[in-house]
């Protein structure tokens, strides 16, 4: 198992120095930072004085290396338009998208797991294909859309919940209810698999011959081991959420990082762009060597890898 977690954890440092790098030269690609900047009426002057200022006249290289050392340190550089160091933009609005996150994850798993179960006990059957309908229909919907249809629905037409901004609980019930659409088909689907798996297994049927109520041998034998993968699918999941959330924040007005990318994008302020990505993608690394964690652990056959 120590073999197999080092070298995930390498895998890790190399797609993290991987996502980097591009998110570095994507931006340079993109066109002249210091004409970005200084905006259409600037002057050549002006442009130049930009470019000095931001250490934008040096080869690219050196400021690759320099950018790559200071992003190490935690040190993303100061955005051109808020006026701030990035590290404490995002240190303020990183909090809304993780429990944005954690909110579309829990609604996730309340939704998927109970139809899972359900489709595997009722395998083949009409409820069966229902739930894989459910699953198919939240795999291909839009999450803009749904969420505009929410927006109408509950927030103008009910005046249930509010349609936009940042504040208590009920401003992330429909993001969440949105981003939650985009892993139930997923966890839904491994779910099923999973227990139909353990209900033919044979410890279920020893279950079954020992007298076991039905709920007992569904929760306690097959569900607690067909869960051990979803447990780990869950954790990547999470990661596509944050990711996902930069739609997900637009739409709705969430004041956390993803919308915060947004912004960026639209202002040309590039140091924000980066580090927004790196962050996500991070965190993202993170919560998949996690999952690969779980797996070494809940699954003897890496145990002795």
């Known amino acids: 198992m120590v073999r197999f977690i080092l070298r995930r954890f390498t895998v890790a440092i190399l797609v993290a120095l991987t996502v980097l790098t591009l998110s570095f030269l994507l931006t340079r690609l993109s066109g002249d930072l210091a004409i970005s900047i200084a905006g259409p009426n600037a002057t050549q002057q002006d442009v130049e004085l930009i470019r000095q200022a931001y250490g934008l006249n040096r080869p690219l290289a050196q400021q690759y290396f320099d950018w790559l050392l200071r992003?190490?340190?935690?040190?993303?550089?100061?955005?051109?338009?808020?006026?701030?160091?990035?590290?404490?933009?995002?240190?303020?609005?990183?909090?809304?998208t993780l429990t944005l996150g954690l909110v579309g994850l829990a609604l996730a798993l309340v939704v998927a797991l109970p139809l899972g179960i359900i489709a595997a006990v009722r395998e083949g059957s009409y409820v069966d294909r229902g739930v894989m309908l459910v699953a198919l229909v939240g795999q291909a919907m839009p999450s803009f859309w749904l969420g505009l249809i929410l927006m109408v629905v509950l927030g103008l037409n009910l005046g249930w919940?509010?349609?936009?901004?940042?504040?208590?609980?009920?401003?992330?019930?429909?993001?969440?209810?949105?981003?939650?659409?985009?892993?139930?088909?997923?966890?839904?689907?491994?779910?099923?698999?999973?227990?139909?798996e353990a209900l033919s297994s044979d410890y279920i049927r020893t279950a079954r011959a020992?007298?076991?109520?039905?709920?007992?041998?569904?929760?306690?034998?097959?569900?607690?081991?067909?869960?051990?993968?979803?447990?780990?699918?869950?954790?990547?999941?999470?990661?596509?959420?944050?990711?996902?959330?930069?739609?997900?924040?637009?739409?709705?007005?969430?004041?956390?990082?993803?919308?915060?990318?947004?912004?960026?994008?639209?202002?040309?302020d590039f140091p924000v762009v980066q580090a927004v990505i790196l962050v996500l993608a991070l965190i993202y690394i993170a919560l998949t060597l996690l999952a690969d964690l779980l797996n070494a652990v809940l699954d003897p056959r890496l145990r002795t890898s």
Do not use: C
């Open 210 to 268: 020992k007298g076991l109520s039905r709920l007992s041998i569904l929760v306690k034998h097959g569900f607690r081991n067909a869960a051990i993968p979803v447990v780990s699918i869950a954790a990547v999941q999470l990661g596509f959420m944050l990711g996902g959330s930069i739609v997900i924040e637009t739409v709705f007005a969430m004041h956390g990082v993803g919308y915060l990318a947004w912004e960026s994008i639209s202002k040309n």
């Open 71 to 96: 992003a190490v340190q935690g040190d993303f550089g100061e955005s051109y338009f808020f006026k701030d160091r990035v590290a404490n933009l995002i240190a303020h609005r990183l909090p809304i």
């Open 161 to 196: 919940l509010p349609i936009s901004g940042t504040g208590g609980w009920e401003y992330y019930v429909m993001p969440g209810i949105v981003l939650s659409f985009s892993a139930i088909p997923s966890l839904m689907r491994l779910t099923r698999s999973g227990m139909i």
